[in-house]
């Protein structure tokens, strides 16, 4: 059975940084694009990041471009999200998912496979 599934997060205080980690089981990510996601408690699920399928074309959201770092290691069938320089309004739960395409998507509709979330908290 295919699964994506997100780990890394957790408590991080404002100004820190963590690394969120996407691994897929039961299928390959080589020929996907990967998105991250977010969704902050209220709020729509909002895009955060994504990459092709090579990992040599990635698009970032306005709010996080140049904190946030997405990467992939396809030999590892994982995708990751590191963030810098976290803020209290990071603070939400963050899907990784995949896309039935090669190209970096910044639209949630293009991704078929959604990791279940993980909940990244930003706290003093």
């Known amino acids: 059975q295919a699964h994506l599934v997100e780990s890394g997060g957790g408590l991080v205080q404002p100004g820190g940084s963590q690394i969120l980690s996407c691994a897929a089981s039961?299928?390959?990510?080589?020929?996907?694009?990967i998105g991250w996601f977010r969704q902050a408690p209220g709020k729509d699920r909002e895009f955060v990041a994504t990459?092709?399928?090579?990992?040599?074309?990635?698009y970032y959201a306005d709010s996080v471009r140049g904190r946030f770092s997405i990467s992939r290691d396809n030999a590892k069938n994982t995708v990751y999200l590191e963030s810098n320089a976290l803020k209290t309004e990071d603070t939400a739960v963050y899907y990784c998912?995949?896309?039935?395409?090669?190209?970096?998507?910044?639209?949630?509709?293009?991704?078929?496979?959604w990791g279940q979330g993980i909940q990244v908290t930003v706290s003093s």
């Open positions: 039961g299928f390959t990510l080589d020929s996907s694009a």
């Open positions: 998912a995949a896309s039935d395409g090669l190209h970096a998507q910044r639209t949630s509709t293009e991704y078929h496979f």
């Open positions: 990459i092709n399928w090579s990992g040599a074309v990635t």
